[in-house]
């Protein structure tokens, strides 16, 4: 619990956009391997002016993002590590045939970048929002997915990335965002994080929704429900040990997600407790496509807030096995 900042949710970050861009400049900076490709998005994403000082090793590839897959591929087979960006639905969706063949099914190093995943897309609309892109990603058995929440996180498990062999997908919005974890934090790939301890039941939350969890956590706490908070935020490989711990400790289980209903944490942890731990359990995600409107707006608009958490909580807890 000491990994929660002791005043959260104040945000003193720039955007992720930044973060990520600056990140990758100091791997450019101190290795000779790493290079940055983008699909007419380094505007987008802050790394445009990384391009014009170091054109050799970022490559623009243009709106060709199927393209831009097959040539990360060949750069990982000749011993470099590509961090590869584009809007997530573009990441996903759309080059997903040459993200199975040419780098997952040929087991190669690539670092798969999908930013403003669900209602992070805010403007750019139903087009651009992708809410399916972590249920695809978890259908390659050996992809890791991760859904960021915060700029300490970004930082962290872009360096843990760059340094495991494998293919990566990282999802996380450009905007500033709430910051969860304090600057001394060590969060590892894979291994789930408690923010908050509880007996009553556990909210597992990620990406965007674990700052909503903590809020619905101390709105249960004011009805004096003691909530668990997990930010699982390695979506694959699942943290099973946390989820199953979880479960047998508070009885009752509540997932978070910027993502469809089908095929995101909530299914992977439903998964998980079928197999091990049968348990009551709710799911809050998107049930629907993608609209435009501000951040704060779409994440009320599609029953992703706190307060939309902490009624899927008071829908459980009655059908906890005493």
């Given at each position: 619990?000491?990994?929660?900042?002791?005043?959260?949710?104040?945000?003193?970050?720039?955007?992720?956009?930044?973060?990520?861009?600056?990140?990758?400049?100091?791997?450019?900076?101190?290795?000779?391997?790493?290079?940055?490709?983008?699909?007419?998005?380094?505007?987008?994403?802050?790394?445009?002016?990384?391009?014009?000082?170091?054109?050799?090793?970022?490559?623009?590839?243009?709106?060709?993002?199927?393209?831009?897959?097959?040539?990360?591929?060949?750069?990982?087979?000749?011993?470099?590590?590509?961090?590869?960006?584009?809007?997530?639905?573009?990441?996903?969706?759309?080059?997903?045939?040459?993200?199975?063949?040419?780098?997952?099914?040929?087991?190669?190093?690539?670092?798969?970048?999908?930013?403003?995943?669900?209602?992070?897309?805010?403007?750019?609309?139903?087009?651009?929002?992708?809410?399916?892109?972590?249920?695809?990603?978890?259908?390659?058995?050996?992809?890791?997915?991760?859904?960021?929440?915060?700029?300490?996180?970004?930082?962290?498990f872009m360096e843990q990335a760059a340094a495991a062999y494998g293919v990566f997908?990282?999802?996380?919005?450009?905007?500033?965002?709430?910051?969860?974890?304090?600057?001394?934090?060590?969060?590892?790939?894979?291994?789930?994080?408690?923010?908050?301890?509880?007996?009553?039941?556990?909210?597992?939350?990620?990406?965007?929704?674990?700052?909503?969890?903590?809020?619905?956590?101390?709105?249960?706490?004011?009805?004096?429900?003691?909530?668990?908070?997990?930010?699982?935020?390695?979506?694959?490989?699942?943290?099973?040990?946390?989820?199953?711990?979880?479960?047998?400790?508070?009885?009752?289980?509540?997932?978070?997600?910027?993502?469809?209903?089908?095929?995101?944490?909530?299914?992977?942890?439903?998964?998980?407790?079928?197999?091990?731990?049968?348990?009551?359990?709710?799911?809050?995600?998107?049930?629907?496509?993608?609209?435009?409107?501000?951040l704060s707006y779409l994440i009320k608009h599609f029953d992703l807030d706190a307060?939309?958490?902490?009624?899927?909580?008071?829908?459980?807890?009655?059908?906890?096995?005493?």
């Amino acid at each position: 619990m000491s990994q929660l900042l002791k005043t959260p949710l104040q945000s003193p970050d720039p955007g992720l956009r930044a973060v990520y861009a600056a990140k990758l400049e100091e791997f450019i900076r101190t290795t000779d391997n790493v290079v940055g490709l983008d699909a007419d998005l380094m505007r987008s994403i802050d790394t445009y002016p990384l391009w014009k000082q170091r054109p050799d090793r970022m490559v623009e590839c243009g709106i060709a993002e199927q393209n831009m897959v097959g040539v990360a591929a060949g750069l990982s087979s000749e011993g470099f590590v590509p961090f590869v960006h584009s809007f997530a639905a573009f990441s996903s969706r759309r080059a997903f045939d040459q993200l199975m063949m040419s780098c997952a099914f040929a087991q190669l190093n690539v670092k798969l970048i999908g930013s403003d995943p669900g209602v992070a897309t805010q403007v750019n609309g139903g087009s651009h929002t992708a809410n399916e892109d972590i249920a695809l990603m978890r259908s390659l058995p050996n992809v890791t997915v991760l859904d960021i929440c915060d700029a300490v996180q970004l930082r962290q498990f872009m360096e843990q990335a760059a340094a495991a062999y494998g293919v990566f997908y990282l999802r996380f919005p450009r905007c500033a965002v709430p910051r969860i974890y304090a600057d001394d934090a060590v969060l590892t790939i894979g291994k789930a994080e408690t923010l908050l301890d509880g007996g009553d039941l556990t909210i597992i939350a990620s990406g965007l929704e674990v700052h909503e969890a903590v809020l619905a956590a101390d709105l249960l706490a004011q009805e004096g429900i003691s909530a668990r908070v997990v930010d699982m935020h390695t979506i694959q490989p699942l943290d099973e040990d946390c989820v199953i711990r979880a479960a047998r400790e508070t009885g009752a289980i509540v997932t978070a997600e910027n993502h469809s209903l089908h095929g995101g944490l909530g299914s992977a942890v439903a998964e998980c407790l079928a197999e091990h731990c049968p348990t009551p359990m709710e799911r809050v995600a998107n049930r629907s496509f993608g609209d435009v409107g501000s951040l704060s707006y779409l994440i009320k608009h599609f029953d992703l807030d706190a307060a939309s958490i902490a009624a899927a909580a008071k829908r459980v807890l009655p059908r906890k096995k005493c």
